[in-house]
Each structure stands twice: as structure tokens, then as C-alpha cells.
Antibody, heavy 118, light 108 residues
Framework: EVQLVESGGGLVQPGGSLRLSCAAS????????MNWVRQAPGKGLEWVSY????????YYADSVKGRFTISRDNAKNSLYLQMNSLRAEDTAVYYC???????????WGQGTLVTVSS | AIQLTQSPSSLSASVGDRVTITCRAS??????LAWYQQKPGKAPKLLIY???SLESGVPSRFSGSGSGTDFTLTISSLQPEDFATYYC??????????FGGGTKVEIK
């Protein structure tokens, strides 16, 4: 069974940093692309970042470019999102999502809440 | 960036109704479109990919159609468990990948 489990969310002050993790199981993690998607309270879905299976290709949304860094450790079946210079508008539930069956996001984690507030 | 405009943003319907949600892309995306269902406090669930392909395990009352710029998600006979918010997503371009604004389906 495919499982994606996020962790690392919490309350952080504006300007602070946080590192999110996504632990993957039930599939050959190293073979598949991964993404981070976020959802601000009461709002819609916003794609944040993409990483290819090898980590060689990475994309970011303009809203996080230069502040967030996506990475993966295929030996540990884990995906990461390093978030720096956090702003109030980064407050959201952050989901990791996989593209196992194709380019659409077929598996999602349960999400981890990041709250940026003083 | 490719913009996706969903309509309506919300609708009220009764069990058994046929429901149609549209998604319009600001430029052609071929069939690179997916539909997701999200219930409160839960992660989105993939329903349709490649505009019209039904994800495994999704009930056949859900269907998708369209290509280019105009797409439709149809629920042929609304069931109680279908009350949720629905999002379209384009994966024609990751620069950036985009979602529609969502359509909330509520009980009439």
C-alpha cells in the first residue's frame, strides 16, 4: 500500500525556517517524481515545487522561489522541503504528492500544518 | 502561466441530480488535465486524469471530457458522499503547474 506521511510542521515566527519531511513507503520511491502542494486556510490548492526521480530537475512556484528548497534522499525514501524566510502568507497545510501512475497526482499525504505568526 | 477558471465556484444540488463543472484553460493544454475531489480536513483525491480517464477505484458516475481549453467534470447521479470541493489541475506545463479555484458542491 502506498503511503506518504508528512512531518515537521508547526508554529514559526515570520522570517524563520522550517524543514518538512515526507516519508514514502509501498512503492519504489527512487523511480517517481514528487511534488509539494499547499492549501492556505479556507483557500484552494497551490502547487509549490516539483522534483524529478533522480533530483536532477526541480521547479518552484514564483511565490516560493529563492526561499524554499526541495530535495530528496532516495536511500531513505524521503522527500524534503526546506522553507526559509517564512512569511504569514506561507501559512498553509503542506501536502506531498506523487506521480506514480502518470503526471497527475495519484497519491497524497495527510498534510502538515505550517503556521507563520508572531 | 496557464490560468484555469472553474465555474461555478459553488452549486447546490440534490441527491440524484446530474452535476456538471467546467474548467477553462487560458491556453491550449491538449488533454493534460486532472480532476480532484477534496472533503473537509482531507487530502485531495484523484478522480480523472488525461481529461477523461477514470482513476482506478473511482465510481463510474464520474466522467470527464474536453481537450484544448474547455473541460467538463460530470457526476451523472449525485450521491451523498459526493458533496465536496472539486478542483481541476493542468499538467501541460510545470512553469508553473496550476489548479483551478475550486467548485464546492453543497446539498440543496
Amino acid at each position: 500500500e502506498v503511503q506518504l506521511v508528512e512531518s515537521g510542521g508547526g508554529l514559526v515566527q515570520p522570517g524563520g525556517s522550517l524543514r518538512l519531511s515526507c516519508a514514502a513507503s509501498g512503492f519504489t520511491f527512487s523511480s517517481y517524481e514528487m511534488n509539494w502542494v499547499r492549501q492556505a486556510p479556507g483557500k484552494g490548492l497551490e502547487w509549490v515545487s516539483y522534483i524529478s526521480s533522480s533530483g536532477s530537475t526541480i521547479y518552484y512556484a514564483d511565490s516560493v522561489k529563492g526561499r524554499f528548497t526541495i530535495s530528496r534522499d532516495n536511500a531513505k525514501n524521503s522527500l524534503y522541503l526546506q522553507m526559509n524566510s517564512l512569511r504569514a502568507e506561507d501559512t498553509a497545510v503542506y501536502y506531498c504528492a506523487s506521480n506514480i501512475g502518470g503526471p497527475a497526482f495519484d497519491y497524497w499525504g495527510q498534510g502538515t500544518l505550517v503556521t507563520v505568526s508572531s | 502561466a496557464i490560468q484555469l477558471t472553474q465555474s461555478p465556484s459553488s452549486l447546490s444540488a440534490s441527491v440524484g441530480d446530474r452535476v456538471t463543472i467546467t474548467c477553462r484553460a487560458s491556453q491550449g493544454i491538449s488533454s493534460a488535465l486532472a480532476w480532484y475531489q477534496q472533503k473537509p480536513g482531507k487530502a485531495p483525491k484523484l478522480l480523472i486524469y488525461d481529461a477523461s480517464s477514470l482513476e482506478s477505484g473511482v465510481p463510474s458516475r464520474f466522467s470527464g471530457s474536453g481537450s484544448g481549453t474547455d473541460f467538463t467534470l460530470t457526476i451523472s447521479s449525485l450521491q451523498p458522499e459526493d458533496f465536496a470541493t472539486y478542483y481541476c489541475q493542468q499538467f501541460n506545463s510545470y512553469l508553473p503547474l496550476t489548479f483551478g479555484g475550486g467548485t464546492k458542491v453543497e446539498i440543496k
